[in-house]
């Protein structure tokens, strides 16, 4: 897997989310991705920034643009440090929310892009990975 | 550090005399802005506070009550400054310019003495960079300010309630839903309809540019609370992919009526409503029969 772009946004604030989700549409439009991929993977980062903002008071997106086997992408990264998630499997399942919200963020999100990655430790934080490929389905 | 004081209160004058010509002598400088009088009044206060300050000999913390005074004088001037349209540049070289005019009087003064005068510039450098830096928060704290009460400013505006027909109000959202502008959206419609005894509502998404289960949200409450109020409410404008987001996310959004276009919504209101609206027949001149 070859890395062509990388980019660092900081999100601490409930304002940084239109900034952030601008960038995640310039890099997919970069590479060519279809409006409605493109609406998928910014709805996705929507979703997995504003979990960053609720529960872990903020922290850190790593954006690139990768290549696999003739394929290219998007991939973000998201960083947190917050209290970490206890049950990933019952944080993943719909309509399950600890916020009192509609409980789809994270499954919701890992419906909308190709590849979903979470690991998270209770106390020190919790990272999701993201990758929305160009001619993702 | 009392020498420093003492110079101070004893070259005051000098110290004076050469800030003002630094200051006056920068091309930048904006007289346009303000007179030399008010300048040299400004200048003079924050010596003598500074003068002060330096006497008690506290010259590490400037958080501390003796130099509440200083301060309060140099916020005092980046705020106005900050309004009155001064750059950052010309608000920073304020301070900075003072640095300069305390260095040249020190030299003079410690010519002989290198390592007195070593060391107290550097303390007073140290000092002065720190109060540079109070300018420069200031500076932006107040045009921060600025900031935020144009974002109120358009959360206000950017959500008109538009009365299409009797009965039948639109309302077209655009920019992002977050909960702040969802409560101005929420009560500038429920009011609306109380106003105008209206039982339709259509509420126009085609300018939100992302829909994420927080706006889902956003919008289910809204609704949920026109129904409460006996209206019907619409959403429309509901892009292809948008809608293919939607369902991917998981939300349902059956039991709310939507529509692509605000003109289908428009002709559902009517439907709804028993208003039929028809091509004028040219021969008959008939219009819009209810």
Request: contains cysteine; proline residues 2%.
């Amino acid at each position: 897997m070859i890395v062509m772009t990388k980019d660092t946004m900081q999100i601490v604030r409930e304002q940084d989310v239109v900034p952030f989700r601008n960038r995640v549409r310039e890099f997919a439009a970069k590479i060519g991705m279809s409006l409605v991929n493109q609406t998928k993977l910014i709805t996705a980062a929507s979703e997995l920034v504003r979990n960053m903002l609720k529960y872990a008071s903020g922290g850190k997106v790593i954006l690139e643009i990768i290549s696999k086997s003739a394929q290219t992408g998007v991939r973000l990264t998201f960083v947190d440090e917050g209290p970490g998630i206890s049950d990933i499997k019952q944080a993943m399942q719909d309509g399950f929310s600890t916020g009192r919200s509609l409980g789809l963020g994270l499954p919701g999100a890992k419906r909308l892009v190709n590849e979903f990655d979470i690991q998270s430790t209770p106390g020190t934080g919790t990272t999701v990975t993201i990758i929305h490929w160009k001619h993702g389905r | 550090m009392n020498i420093t004081a003492n110079l101070l209160q004893k070259q005051k004058k000098r110290i004076l005399e050469i800030w003002m010509q630094n200051q006056l002598a920068d091309s930048a400088l904006r007289d346009d802005l303000m007179t030399n009088d008010e300048l040299l009044k400004q200048s003079e206060e924050l010596i003598d506070a500074l003068a002060r300050a330096v006497k008690s000999g506290n010259i590490d913390n400037i958080f501390a009550a003796e130099f509440d005074q200083i301060t309060e004088i140099l916020s005092d001037v980046s705020i106005t400054r900050a309004r009155q349209g001064f750059s950052p540049r010309e608000t920073g070289m304020y301070v900075l310019s003072l640095k300069r005019a305390i260095s040249t009087v020190m030299e003079d003064e410690y010519k002989d003495q290198p390592e007195v005068l070593y060391k107290e510039i550097t303390t007073i450098n140290n000092l002065l960079d720190q109060l540079s830096i109070i300018t420069f928060e200031t500076f932006i704290k107040s045009r921060e300010e600025v900031i935020l009460r144009q974002t109120d400013e358009i959360s206000e505006i950017s959500t008109p309630v538009i009365r299409v027909w009797e009965g039948i109000l639109a309302l077209p959202i655009i920019g992002t839903l977050d909960s702040a502008r969802t409560q101005v959206v929420m009560e500038n419609l429920l009011q609306e309809i109380v106003n105008t005894g209206s039982n339709i509502a259509i509420l126009d998404i085609s300018g939100v540019p992302a829909v994420d289960s927080l706006v889902a949200q956003h919008l289910i409450k809204t609704v949920s609370a026109t129904r409460l109020m006996g209206a019907e409410c619409i959403i429309s404008g509901i892009r292809a992919e948008i809608a293919q987001t939607i369902v991917h996310l998981g939300i349902d959004l059956s039991n709310i009526k939507t529509k692509a276009s605000l003109a289908s919504a428009l002709q559902l209101a009517f439907s709804m409503s028993s208003v039929e609206v028809r091509k004028i027949n040219k021969n008959t001149g008939a219009g819009l029969i209810r």
